[in-house]
């Protein structure tokens, strides 16, 4: 189980994540992230990703995870997207 002590107090049950505060430096949850990484089985991780794609994709967060599953980064989606409107604005003007 992963934990930090110190300034940032940060533990869990194995369900639930305690943090005693609002506010951490992002190195420090970093620093948190990698050691819960490293507990993880490859099974733990590759459900997780599943998870993160079905409720996620489409966030700026789970960018590297759509990348390394293939699929297309938000930016990419936001291209694609006015890339259409472009396109349906083009055939728009053609048929004044």
Known sequence: MA?????YY??????????????FPMKT??????????E???KQIKDI????????YGNF???AVAK????????ELIDDEIKRKQ?????GDKKK
């Open 68 to 75: 390394k599953h293939g699929k297309k980064t938000c930016l």
């Open 29 to 38: 949850i970093d620093e948190y992230v990698v050691m819960r990484y490293a």
């Open 49 to 56: 990703e599943k998870r993160v794609m079905e409720k996620h």
């Open 87 to 91: 396109e349906k604005d083009k055939k």
């Open 10 to 23: 940060i533990y869990s049950d194995g369900k639930n994540l305690y943090i005693n505060s609002e506010s």
């Open 3 to 7: 934990y930090m002590r110190g300034d």
């Open 40 to 42: 993880m089985s490859e």
């Open 61 to 63: 967060g789970a960018d």
